[in-house]
């Protein structure tokens, strides 16, 4: 059983940064591939950044040299650095992991860019 509590969110004008946290209940959480998502009014939900174990990343074309993710694993923590954020980017932002044979979802933090 994996829990997974987001904080970080909130209003931010265009232009600004946020660091989004994902805290992650369970003693494998050093193993487990970790993700961010998001999901905008009226969209799907998309995927945002991933963290593999080692610590290679990957990362959504509409967020590559503004967004890095990354993790601490001795604080069962992944992170979402936010630079330069765009109204665009205005969404729930969703912590992701799976971990046989379920897939975790965090509640979500809201994320609102103004112009």
């Known amino acids: 059983q994996v829990q997974l509590v987001e904080s970080g969110g909130g209003l931010v004008q265009a232009g600004g940064s946020l660091r989004l946290s994902c805290a992650a209940s369970g003693s494998t959480f050093s193993l487990n591939v970790m993700r961010w998502y998001r999901q905008a009014p009226g969209k799907q939900r998309e995927l945002v950044a991933t963290?593999?174990?080692?610590?290679?990343?990957n990362y959504a074309d509409s967020v590559k040299g503004r967004f890095t993710i990354s993790r601490d694993d001795a604080k069962n923590t992944v992170y979402l650095q936010m630079n330069s954020l765009k109204p665009e980017d205005t969404a729930v932002y969703y912590c992701?992991?799976?971990?046989?044979?379920?897939?975790?979802w965090g509640q979500g933090t809201q994320v609102t860019v103004s112009s």
């Open positions: 963290i593999t174990s080692s610590g290679s990343t």
């Open positions: 992701n992991t799976f971990q046989w044979p379920t897939m975790y």
